[in-house]
């Protein structure tokens, strides 16, 4: 079992950081080099001005990351499924995910870009976690419809 679970870890980690390009990801890193505490405040008012909301989709953007990371381990871990597969999949998602919000952001001006991005690619983790949730509902089970990871729609 560990042998199936030593590719899983960190592995969204390392997609993100490595994905597309060798150069680093600038929506990974707090906005603005906020600190923690900057960070703590802008939450508590998300409204409050153009870098508390962006600080707060950046946020909602890492926090997805996490609930995608931990759908992605939970379906590798199944004894059925192809982890070389699924991995490679998984790779090919976050190098669109990364593309297509880069495009978006590339298309808007100032710090509006930014917010745009984040959502951008919460949009796509939220969908992507409730598809490898749904695909691992329905293994070993008699699903109505197959799922199918690239089509799903919620």
Same mark, same amino acid.
């Given at each position: 079992m560990l042998g199936r679970l030593l590719p899983i870890c960190g592995l969204l980690t390392f997609i993100l950081a490595s994905v597309a =390009? @060798?150069?680093e990801d600038p929506l990974l890193e707090p906005p603005y080099g906020a600190t923690e505490a900057e960070i703590e405040e802008a939450l508590l008012d998300c409204q409050h001005n153009e870098i508390a909301n962006n600080i707060c989709a950046w946020r909602a953007f890492m926090d997805s990351g996490q609930a995608l990371d931990k =759908?992605? $381990? $939970?379906?590798a871990s199944v004894e059925n499924v192809d982890v070389e597969s699924l991995k490679k999949a998984q790779l090919a998602f976050? =190098?669109?995910?990364? @593309? @297509? !919000?880069?495009f978006d952001m590339k298309n808007m001006d100032g710090s509006m870009g930014w917010g745009v991005a984040y959502r951008c690619r919460l949009s796509y983790n939220e969908r992507r976690t409730a598809a490898l949730n749904a695909y691992?509902? !329905?293994?070993?089970?008699? !699903?109505e419809l197959p799922v199918l990871l690239y089509t799903f729609d919620r």
């Open positions: =390009s @060798a150069e =759908s992605y $381990a $939970a379906l976050i =190098s669109f995910r990364n @593309a @297509a !919000c880069d691992l509902s !329905c293994l070993g089970q008699d !699903c």
